[in-house]
């Protein structure tokens, strides 16, 4: 049974995206293609890029709405409750009749992972009437990407902080970049959007380049500025993106300077690697802080 949760007061950060059931395997390494490998464990987590950004944006401290859709299954009911027992508004989240999402997700020994997504429900998101007045809207493309650019335009007339997530990587309309005042692409996915010079070019305000162990670039068209990487031994990276983009859109939302938020970002993004699993590995603004050396 769905029984929707909205807060008290306003929405902070308003996620738009997907949500799946993470089907979890780890083995030595992955597999090349018609070869089969020996599994050492299975597991089925929460996921969705949408789902896992709106967790770790609500444990970043913020008022955060998940907009997306869910299919009327039991898959559907265990993502359901995980996004209300982190007190998120899933007041416009819808229930369809189509399976909702998985994720095939291998993870290796170094903790690397290769992914196949199933949509499912997520292609049945579409763009709320009355989409929150959120101070940011986060999105991605695990959804239908005509329905992205129709929210980053929603939000752009409500004067919230657009951010884009550009995973998985797909060629972008330049009508869409240009009403992003964020991008947050890896560094694979910048590549395969022509570059930062590229999404500037075509009006995004900021490109901030997630590079794993190699940290973070922040480009705008004043030049780039370097975050450094945190040091953890990771043991599984699935989600750990998310968890950057996340928690970087609750910290803007708080009134942080991009600065500051990328690093707080790089910090949830690290601690994230070092818990299997994509919505437990989602840190805690405790944790976080804890990371950054905060009182």
Same mark, same amino acid.
Not at 61 to 74: E, I, K
Not at 174 to 191: F, K, M, Q, R, T
């Given at each position: ?9 306003? /929405?902070? *950060? +308003? ?14 390494? $992955? ?15 929460? &996921?969705?890029? &949408? ?36 007190? $998120? ?5 819808? /229930?369809?009749?189509? !399976? ?15 992914? *196949? ?10 763009? !709320? ?7 940011? *809207? ?22 919230? /902080? ?17 009403? +992003?005042?964020?991008? $947050? ?7 395969? =959007?022509? &570059?930062?010079?590229? =999404?500037?070019?075509?009006? +995004? ?8 162990? #190699? ?12 975050? !450094? ?13 998310? #968890?950057? +983009?996340?928690?970087?859109? #609750? ?6 300077? =991009?600065? %500051?938020?990328?690093?707080?970002? #790089? ?14 590995? %989602? ?13």
């Amino acid at each position: 049974m769905f029984v929707h949760v909205a807060p008290a007061s306003g /929405i902070d *950060v +308003c996620v738009v995206g997907s949500a799946n059931l993470d089907l979890v395997a780890t083995t030595a390494r $992955i597999p090349q293609p018609g070869e089969t490998v020996l599994g050492d464990h299975f597991a089925e987590h929460a &996921g969705g890029k &949408g789902l896992n950004q709106a967790v770790a944006s609500a444990r970043s401290g913020a008022r955060t709405a998940f907009v997306g859709a869910l299919g009327s299954d039991r898959a559907g009911e265990y993502l359901h409750q995980v996004l209300t027992d982190d007190r $998120i508004d899933t007041s416009r989240l819808t /229930i369809v009749d189509r !399976p909702t999402g998985r994720a095939l997700i291998v993870v290796d020994g170094n903790g690397e992972n290769s992914i *196949v997504v199933v949509p499912g429900a997520n292609s049945a998101v579409s763009t !709320p009437q009355d989409l929150p007045n959120a101070t940011v *809207v986060l999105v991605q493309l695990e959804i239908p990407i005509d329905v992205v650019e129709a929210v980053l335009r929603t939000a752009r007339r409500n004067s919230g /902080i657009t951010v884009l997530n550009p995973a998985p990587a797909a060629e972008l309309p330049a009508s869409l970049i240009g009403v +992003c005042d964020v991008i $947050i692409p890896n560094e694979h996915e910048v590549e395969l =959007l022509g &570059g930062a010079g590229a =999404l500037l070019a075509a009006g +995004c305000g900021t490109v901030v380049v997630t590079r794993g162990g #190699a940290g973070v670039d922040v480009i705008t068209r004043d030049g780039t500025v370097h975050v !450094p990487a945190f040091d953890v031994d990771p043991v599984d990276t699935t989600g750990a993106g998310d #968890a950057f +983009c996340g928690s970087l859109a #609750a910290r803007l939302a708080a009134g942080d300077n =991009l600065n %500051q938020a990328v690093r707080w970002a #790089a910090a949830a993004g690290a601690l994230a690697t070092t818990v299997r699993g994509a919505v437990p590995a %989602q840190p805690t603004a405790v944790a976080i802080r804890s990371l950054l050396g905060m009182t």
